[in-house]
């Protein structure tokens, strides 16, 4: 397995970028091109990712291709082929989004985010976007939500035999399904079931944490690897029995400073428990 994360850098060039990386002690990285930037540049950031023995974890196609709004819903069916591309292009491991709101809110949930007419415009929707682009080096994975699918292991292994694409993918994020005091409490089991479940497809991982708060009603944040509960010992040992390649990509903070203390906490967890990151530092 592999660990990741976003790196700061001032000038960003191929070369810098890669030092960042190694200075942080990463083995995956987030993808450093964009649909945009012309061949030669890809090419550049591909050749120092490959010299440095640096993974490209995902390209993230963030958006609702499920919008009742049909500009928007088209917008997004655009991006989601669009940084497919871009994916298999720099064989990544997946491209990632959410399967999408039948609300304004693109992530947000709605009354009939869990319906079964719902169920069936998501295994439309992948279908298409797989079908435009037909990669053959990376695969489109949906990031789990609390409030729509998918929603728990079962309701992804039911996507992945509804949508019967061979370049359909997991990508496993645990902090976005524990909704509930039960699974926050029990959330090791919940992790051993979502990869029981769910192993051989899966591409990708995010990690982070979660707190449940004494705030009525039940109130759980998300915070940085290591301020919370989420059981790392269990995910990293289920991470570690899938291929070596695996990244755990670390997201959503704010500063360097807060990524280099949530990787020193998952190392210092790993350790614990035999386990290491490739490549070694």
Known sequence: MRLGGHVFIDEVTPDRWVAALKDAGYGAAYCPVTAEDDAETVAAYLHAAQ?????????????????PDEEARQDALERCRTQLDLADRVGARCCVNIAGSRGAV???????????????????VVRSIIDAVEPTRTYYT???????????AESYLALVEAVDRDRFGVHVDMVNVINSPQRFYDNAALIRTWFETLGPHIRSCHAKDTKLSTQLTTHLDEVRPGLGNLDYRTLLRELNRLDPDMPLMIEHLQTAEDYRKSAAYIREVADSIGLAFQPAN
Do not use: C, K
Not at 51 to 66: C, K, T
Not at 106 to 123: M, R, S
Not at 142 to 152: G, K, S
């Open 51 to 67: 010299e440095a023995d640096i993974v490209i974890a995902e390209v993230g196609a963030w958006s609702n291709p499920l919008s």
């Open 106 to 124: 693109w992530d947000g949930p709605h009354p009939d985010n869990l319906t079964p007419e719902t169920f069936g415009q998501i295994v439309e």
């Open 142 to 152: 949906l990031e789990p939500m609390p409030w729509m699918y998918p929603h728990t």
